[in-house]
């Protein structure tokens, strides 16, 4: 693989269920984000992560989740999932928090 | 609070020029981004500026004034391919982006 891959590419969930998005690159970049974007807003941070092991909550972190157990891999967990949570889910990263983000194709969700 | 504003949405003509702005007030500046997005795809990066003045990448420039707080975003000699959202970002104090909602650029033959 080259830069950074996301699955599934889209999903619609019944309201209430749990769901992990997966999110990894090869670059060895040291920060990776989620984003949701919404038609007619800006992209919004959901959870960075500034290196492998920390995480930090961005500006709309409630109900979701991540983890940041290796410098590849920043899955995003929706614990009970809900309608308003329908969006595109893009995640990104960067060799630090100084330079461009790189992004992925993006998660298409749809909660019923 | 913090805030980025960008037109919605352009209209302009294959081989043309066309600006878009940006203007911003946000909880510290630490440089400002532009990015591309076609419909159904992912951002992707087109140019930083942290200082005032012009940045030049061929078709593309950038320019900042950080003290009016403003950027545009110049496209010159337009192509059909150029169609898409621009988005502005600013990075904050705490260096996360913030993001304009983005200007759709349609380029007409």
């Known amino acids: 693989i080259a830069g950074i891959t996301q699955a599934p590419t889209s999903q619609i969930l019944a309201a209430g269920r749990r769901m992990t998005l997966r999110c990894t690159q090869d670059?060895?970049?040291?920060?990776m984000y989620w984003y949701r974007q919404d038609l007619g807003l800006g992209l919004r941070l959901i959870h960075y992560?500034?290196?492998?092991?920390?995480?930090g909550k961005g500006e709309v972190p409630d109900g979701y989740s991540v983890s940041r157990a290796n410098t590849d891999d920043f899955p995003l967990t929706l614990a009970s999932a809900v309608p308003s949570q329908t969006s595109v889910y893009f995640c990104?990263?960067?060799?630090?928090?100084?330079?461009?983000?790189?992004f992925g194709p993006g998660t298409r969700l749809t909660v019923l | 609070g913090q805030n980025i504003d960008q037109p919605t949405e352009m209209t302009a003509t294959e081989g043309a020029i066309v600006q878009i702005n940006c203007t911003y007030q946000t909880s510290g500046f630490n440089g400002l981004f532009w990015y591309q997005q076609h419909a159904g795809e992912a951002p992707t990066f087109l140019s930083y500026n942290v200082l005032d003045g012009l940045e030049e990448k061929g078709r593309f420039s950038s320019f900042l004034s950080r003290s009016k707080g403003y950027s545009y975003l110049l496209l010159k000699e337009l192509q059909m391919k150029d169609s898409a959202s621009y988005l502005c970002a600013v990075r904050d104090s705490n260096y996360q982006l913030i993001w304009g909602a983005g200007t759709k650029l349609i380029i007409k033959p």
């Open positions: 992560s500034n290196t492998a092991g920390t995480t």
């Open positions: 670059m060895r970049h040291n920060a």
């Open positions: 990104a990263s960067s060799d630090s928090a100084y330079n461009e983000q790189f």
